[in-house]
């Protein structure tokens, strides 16, 4: 159990375009998403927080309007990257956080390759 | 502002040896501390939680304990394998429930 899913798994993209990332878990509900970015050789740097029905929290330095995130169901966020720049091409990973569990622990998704020439 | 450091950026060892990675936090007192495996081009995978008032946590061939007094958290995989070589992350919460993750320490498992 505790699966997450993202699609698409990489996408390249010219700059000025707006890539959507989709995140799903599935077999549990996630009241709680959370995106992250990861540069080569780097840790995750988490950019932002979203609850299920409200508004996004954006971590210090993330632009709001350029990372949209829309966290609609109890079982899917997504991550749009609006006029996207060389400088976005990144890997994106989402969390999500089984409310029921006392561990506290998030599941990952595969990952989101994204280049933008 | 809180600090998660890792003992080192990679780390080299022979099949069967013990691994031991370091973290190490600074300027606050988290209440638990998690530990995740994450693999070239994937998300990271949950391994352990520690809380505060647990010395020790085992799981097959890995072990975490946890000094509050020390600000550390020490990770030890036994009898170690080829397969295990991949970034090993710690991650305690901070301002509530979200996290910060270290660095990472990257395990190369020679055989």
């Given at each position: 159990g505790a699966v997450v899913s993202q699609h698409p798994s990489r996408v390249i993209c010219k700059s000025g375009t707006s890539v959507k990332i989709e995140c799903r878990s599935l077999d549990f509900q996630a009241t709680t998403m959370f995106w992250y970015r990861q540069f080569p050789k780097q840790s995750l740097m988490l950019m932002a927080t979203s609850n299920e029905g409200s508004k996004a929290t954006y971590e210090q330095g993330v632009e709001k309007d350029k990372f949209l995130i829309n966290h609609a169901s109890l079982t899917l966020s997504t991550l749009t990257v609006t006029s996207a720049h060389p400088e976005d091409s990144s890997f994106y990973i989402c969390s999500a956080r089984d409310f029921r569990s006392r561990l506290n622990e998030q599941?990952?998704?595969?990952?989101?390759?994204?280049?933008?020439? | 502002s809180q600090k998660i450091e890792q003992n080192s950026e990679a780390l080299n060892i022979q099949e069967g040896k013990t691994a031991t990675l370091?973290?190490?936090?600074?300027n606050y007192s988290p209440a638990y501390l998690q530990w995740y495996r994450q693999d070239p081009g994937r998300g990271p995978v949950f391994l352990l939680l520690i809380r505060e008032n647990e010395k020790e946590k085992r799981k097959e061939r890995l072990k975490v304990t946890f000094d509050t007094t020390l600000k550390q958290s020490l990770f030890h995989i036994t009898a170690s394998q080829p397969a295990d070589s991949a970034t090993y992350l710690c991650a305690p919460p901070v301002y509530g429930q979200n996290f910060v993750f270290g660095p990472g320490t990257r395990l190369s498992v020679l055989p």
């Open positions: 599941f990952f998704g595969p990952g989101t390759r994204l280049t933008v020439l | 370091t973290c190490n936090y600074t």
